[in-house]
């Protein structure tokens, strides 16, 4: 099995900065492309960032500038630097890891249980 432990949310203020992590461990091979994706009230779970095996990143139009996504494969953990934050990015932050868990096996997501991030104006 493989778990995902999302750590760092929080309440912050507009305009500040704030930093997620995200470790995976367990039954790990190799892990493809990492993300977090985001679910306010009321809303569908929508994509934030992922970024690939070999470091690309990608974004989300509403964060792209404002957000950093970055990983460090040695320790399975990925990262969200979120800066120039907005009440509109107040949600429920998850996690999101596809990996191999052998040789033989096929591809996967796994998930984090979310960790919540509030910013106030």
């Known amino acids: 099995q493989v778990q995902l432990v999302e750590s760092g949310g929080g309440l912050v203020q507009a305009g500040g900065s704030h930093r997620l992590s995200c470790a995976a461990s367990?039954?790990?091979?190799?892990?493809?492309?990492m993300g977090w994706y985001r679910q306010a009230p009321g809303k569908e779970r929508e994509l934030v960032a992922y970024i690939t095996s070999d470091g690309d990143p990608n974004y989300a139009d509403s964060v792209k500038g404002r957000f950093t996504i970055s990983r460090d494969n040695a320790k399975n953990t990925v990262y969200l630097q979120m800066n120039t934050l907005k009440p509109e990015d107040t949600a429920v932050y998850y996690c999101?890891?596809?990996?191999?868990?052998?040789?033989?096996?096929?591809?996967?997501?796994?998930w984090g249980q979310g960790t919540q991030v509030t910013v106030s104006s």
């Open positions: 367990g039954s790990i091979f190799s892990i493809n492309h």
């Open positions: 999101n890891a596809n990996v191999r868990t052998g040789y033989y096996s096929s591809r996967r997501d796994y």
